[in-house]
């Protein structure tokens, strides 16, 4: 049981008195991302929705890396990883990852070779 | 810093005993437990993601589908899942200072927080079996055409959505709701449509402010709207009228979105509803004072690990459901 708490976030740019402080702090900064994710979702601003990154949105990347960030720090902070041992860190962490893109990469290829299937292929789905 | 193995003596190393990743056995376990049901959320969602893909041009808005809210009329979209979200974190919260209060063995404080944590995990059960209600009952309806595309209508002056009451015609006809007193004790039906679909296309015909609004995305990120002569030439591929949706018929678009919508969503939602299960267990059991007598908390750690597990999971359902 980790009992030592590091009360570091943000890569030390923010120290919290105690583990108490700590989490009224991570939720305060989770609460902020999420209505800066509702109100982007809301307002679509046209220069993000009209530009795209490896055939995405710029939008949707945004969405994704705050998505991301959020898991973090629940990840780090409410899930105490950030005091366990950095071998059990990695263990958790990084397998997930990489069977995630590994499956996500090959589905939406896939996904995407349907599409065009459907789409230039003699097929007529769309009646 | 952390070391991997933190063995003090040589000699211990194969008597047993070791904790090389400082980390109890329980406490191992359930991370066991959350990382292979991560992949299983994960399974799904990729293959919410590759269904996505694949129809990319024709997948339903989530702005469009969502867009209640309870006690409010009108057109709110994304608000209450944004609310729905926040309830989850906050729970997370008290979950996280109820560990937290037991590792200083504040047992009050534990039950506490705990209490509240529980209230929030069944607001958000709550809240989302509204939302499954809402999305099940459908508030415009819609046509099927035979190829099993999704026809909607909007009025040509305002561009708002028009629902099938506010158009189609009333033709009397013999077609009423089976009853089983009416047939053999065993025939009835379900569930019948307000309105037949020539009664959708007889007031489509007389109703000159009405269109049809396709399934297709334009490059604007928005459904293609039907001028007038090619709605009426569209609506001749009529074959049934939809309202609401379920695993088969789906008024919004696609069936796969409500497919996934139900799937993703329920798995998700039955974890939340064990989530508090075991967390009533657990909250009855510090107010008995089994953790007390036990001289640590830990148990309140592990289940507080699987609550989180549950937000970390919203976290990504929210986005890929409501926001991308």
Known sequence: MAHAHKLEIFRGLLKF??????????????????????????????????????GMKLLNWIFITLTLVKAYYIAWDFMHLRDEKSALRRAIVWTPIFLVLYLVFILLFEADYIYNVFKDGFVKWNF | MDSTVTTTTEEKVWGGGNRPLNASYGKLMMWFFLVSDALTFSGFLASYGFSRFKFIETWPIADQVF??????????????????TFILIMSSVTMVLAVD??????????????????????????????????????????????????????????????????????????????DRKDGVWFMSEGYMPSYTVNEVKEGLLANPNILIRTETINEDGEKVVLNREESLKKIRDASQVVE???????????????????????????????????NIIIFFNVILGTYERRGHYEMVEKVGLYWHFVDLVWVFVFTFFYLV
């Open chain 1, 17 to 54: 008195k105690s583990n108490t402080q700590k989490i009224w702090g991570v939720l305060v900064f989770l609460t902020i991302v999420t209505a800066v994710e509702v109100a982007l979702g809301i307002i679509k601003p046209h220069s993000l929705t009209h530009s795209h990154f490896l």
């Open chain 2, 67 to 84: 867009t209640h809210v309870p006690f409010f009329h009108g057109n709110y979209p994304m608000y209450y899942v944004a609310f729905m």
């Open chain 2, 101 to 178: 209060a037991g590792h200083r063995m504040q047992k009050t404080k534990v039950i506490w927080y705990m209490f509240l944590t529980i209230i929030g995990g069944a607001i958000f059960v709550g809240s989302q079996a509204w939302e499954w209600a809402t999305f099940i009952k459908g508030d415009y309806g819609a046509i099927e055409t035979k190829g099993g595309r999704i026809l909607q209508f909007v009025k040509a002056d305002t561009g708002e959505r028009a629902a099938l009451a506010d158009f189609a015609k009333t033709i009397p006809s013999e077609r009423t709701e089976l």
């Open chain 2, 244 to 278: 609401g949706a379920n695993l088969i018929h789906n008024e919004y678009g696609s069936r796969l979105f409500a497919d996934f919508f139900f799937f993703i969503t329920g798995f998700h939602g039955f974890h939340v509803f064990s989530g508090v299960v075991i």
